[in-house]
C-alpha cells in the first residue's frame, strides 16, 4: 500500500517534471530555430539622431517580466559588451549620441534573463546629423544567424 | 571580560555570505531600477554585463551557503535548534524589546539567540533560501511561463530582503544604544565585551586574551 502510493507520488512528480520542462522549452510557434532580423533601417543606411529600429523574429519580443525574448543593440562593441541598448517592444527610438559617421550595430535576440539565446544580425548604418531619418535604398541587413 | 560569541568558522561564513550577497543586492538593484545595458562602476571595471556578474556571484553564494550543509553538520544543527526554539519568556522579551533598543536593559532569554535574532535568523535564511533557488532556477529555465512565476517570487524575495537586511545592519552596526558593541561579535576576533547590555548566554566561549 505505501509503496503503492510512493509510486503514485513519484509518477505524480514525474508528470509535473515533464510539464515543467515542456513549458520551459516551449519555443518559436513553429518549432524551428529561433530568428531575428532587422527590418529599419536597411544596411547602411542614413540616419540622424533619432532614429527609429525595428526588429523582427520568429518569438513574441517582451520584456523580461511577459517571459518573451528581447532584443539587445550593441553599438560598435561586440556582444559581450555591458553597454547595450534594451528593445522590449519590435520598434525602438535610438537616443544615444552616436558620432556622425558609420556605425555597426548589433541585434541579438536574448533570452528573458538576458543570456544570449543564439541569433543575431548585424547592420551599418551612417549617422549624418540630428534631424529627420532617411532610410534610404540598400538591402536588409543579413543575419549571422539560422534561418533568416 | 570579553566572550567569543562565535567560532572563528561562523564568522568567516558570515563574512563571506555577507559580502556575496552585499554585491548581489547592488547588481540586483542596479538591474531592478532600469539601468541595465548601462554598465555599473563594477560592471565597467570587470568587463562584464551587470547581468553575467549577478549570475556569476549569485552561483558564489550558492557554494558559500551549501558548503555549510557538506563540511559543518553539526553547526547547521546547533544554529537550526536553537534558532526554532520557543521558550515562555519569548514574548514577553519582545513586548520589552522597543525601549530596550534605546535603553539596553533587555529581559532575560534562554537559549544563544534573543527571540529577535531568532525571528531575523528565520527571514533571513528564509529568504535567502528562495532568492538562492529561484536565482538557480531563473538561469536554469530562461524563458517561458515558469521563468516569469520565479522572476516575480525573485523580485518579491529581494524587496523584502532588502528590508530585512537593512533591520539586521542597523541593530548588528550598534547604531541603537541598546545594541552599542553588537558589530564585535562577528568581527577583529568575535570578542564582546560583556556589559549591562550584552549579557553571557548558553553557547558563549570565555575569549583567549590575544
Known amino acids: 500500500m505505501v509503496l503503492a502510493g510512493l509510486k503514485l507520488r513519484g509518477w505524480a512528480l514525474g508528470a509535473a517534471l515533464s510539464m515543467i520542462l515542456a513549458a520551459c522549452t516551449s519555443g518559436p510557434s513553429g518549432g524551428g530555430a529561433l530568428t531575428v532580423g532587422v527590418s529599419s533601417p536597411k544596411d547602411g543606411a542614413q540616419v540622424s539622431i533619432p532614429f527609429s529600429v525595428t526588429v523582427t523574429s520568429n518569438v513574441a519580443i517582451g520584456p523580461p517580466e511577459s517571459g518573451n525574448h528581447h532584443v539587445h543593440l550593441y553599438f560598435d562593441v561586440g556582444k559581450d559588451s555591458g553597454d547595450y541598448q534594451l528593445v522590449y517592444s519590435n520598434t525602438v527610438q535610438v537616443t544615444r549620441q552616436l558620432t556622425p559617421g558609420k556605425h555597426t550595430i548589433i541585434a541579438s535576440l536574448r533570452n528573458p534573463d538576458h543570456s544570449d539565446a543564439g541569433p543575431s544580425v548585424t547592420f551599418t548604418v551612417n549617422v549624418t546629423g540630428s534631424g529627420s531619418e532617411s532610410g534610404s535604398a540598400a538591402p536588409s541587413p543579413t543575419s549571422s544567424g539560422p534561418n533568416y | ?210
Open chain 2, 1 to 210: 571580560m570579553k566572550l567569543e560569541r562565535y567560532s572563528r568558522s561562523a564568522r568567516r561564513l558570515h563574512t563571506a555570505v555577507y559580502l556575496l550577497t552585499l554585491f548581489l543586492l547592488a547588481t540586483g538593484w542596479w538591474l531592478l531600477v532600469g539601468r541595465e545595458g548601462e554598465p555599473s562602476p563594477v560592471a565597467r571595471l570587470l568587463g562584464l554585463p551587470d547581468a553575467a556578474l549577478h549570475v556569476w556571484v549569485g552561483w558564489g553564494l550558492a557554494i558559500a551557503a551549501l558548503l555549510p550543509l557538506v563540511l559543518a553538520r553539526r553547526g547547521v544543527a546547533a544554529f537550526m535548534r536553537e534558532t526554532l526554539r520557543r521558550d515562555p519568556g519569548d514574548l514577553g522579551w519582545l513586548l520589552r524589546w522597543p525601549l530596550a533598543i534605546v535603553t539596553g536593559r533587555f529581559a532575560r532569554h534562554e537559549g544563544h539567540f534573543d527571540p529577535g535574532q531568532r525571528i531575523a535568523n528565520v527571514a533571513i535564511v528564509g529568504l535567502l533560501v528562495a532568492l538562492i533557488a529561484s536565482g538557480i532556477g531563473l538561469v536554469l529555465v530562461h524563458f517561458g511561463p515558469v521563468f516569469v512565476v520565479l522572476a516575480a517570487v525573485h523580485r518579491l524575495a529581494t524587496f523584502a530582503f532588502t528590508v530585512v537586511i537593512a533591520g539586521h545592519i542597523l541593530v548588528a552596526a550598534g547604531i541603537l544604544p541598546g545594541y552599542r558593541g553588537a558589530w564585535r561579535s562577528m568581527h577583529l576576533g568575535g570578542r564582546v565585551r560583556i556589559d549591562q547590555r550584552l549579557k553571557r548566554r548558553p553557547g558563549d566561549r570565555e575569549a583567549s586574551s590575544r
